[in-house]
């Protein structure tokens, strides 16, 4: 093939023709998907998320079906200072646009403050060591109850006027007294000093 018949088929009105129609099918196709999955996902149509923080959780409810969306609880907390069974926190929050049908995740208010086990301290630590790791798991404690024993070493939990045990659950809102050596000994455990060597 001589090099004029070779150039010469780029310039066929028919390979031109092909081309530019493989082109505007590309471009219709994609123009095609995006209005397709625009019409599909109802994209730019959205409902407004109400603010719930505070609300009673089945008004919530009743708010959000209203307004086509769904609630879910993911989490609960304790806060004394919010009604029992009220929405704490909310996502997405306030003012986002959602999907109708979309789910809206709540945290609430649990009714009664949480229980939390008694650590391995008694007869197991020095005083800071318990106060550190008992006020780290929310325990208010109140002065500390003096016992004899060595000074400075837990011998002991009391919480309104009972004593508690390792392991014990008790609510975090229940303030605590530790037991603590004075650095004095029982007079009657007197010891022994013998110079006798067993055989």
């Known amino acids: 093939m001589k090099s004029k018949e070779f150039f010469g088929k780029f310039l066929s009105k028919y390979l031109w ?3 530019l129609a493989m082109l505007l099918t590309v471009i219709l196709l994609c123009v095609g998907v995006k209005f397709g999955l625009d019409i599909y996902t109802h994209h730019g149509e959205g409902v407004p998320v109400p603010n719930l923080t505070g609300m009673d959780f089945n008004r919530a409810a009743d708010l959000l079906e209203r307004n086509g969306l769904g609630i879910m609880v993911s989490d609960s907390g304790y806060n004394k200072r919010m009604p029992a069974e009220c929405v704490r926190a909310q996502s997405p929050g306030e ?67 009972r004593r508690l045990n390792v392991g014990d659950r008790i609510s975090i809102e229940l303030p605590l007294t530790l037991l603590i050596g004075s650095g004095e000994y029982d007079g009657s455990a007197d010891i022994h000093i013998t110079d006798e060597v067993e055989d």
């Open 95 to 161: 003012g986002t646009n959602v999907k109708k049908g979309h789910t809206i995740y709540v945290t609430v208010n649990s009714p009664s403050s949480p229980t939390v086990a008694i650590p391995d301290i008694i007869d197991n630590s020095s005083v800071r060591e318990a106060t550190a790791k008992l006020t780290a798991l929310g325990f208010k404690l109140l002065e500390p109850q003096v016992v004899i024993g060595e000074k400075d070493w837990v011998y002991g939990i009391v919480s309104r006027g």
């Open 17 to 19: 023709g092909n081309l």
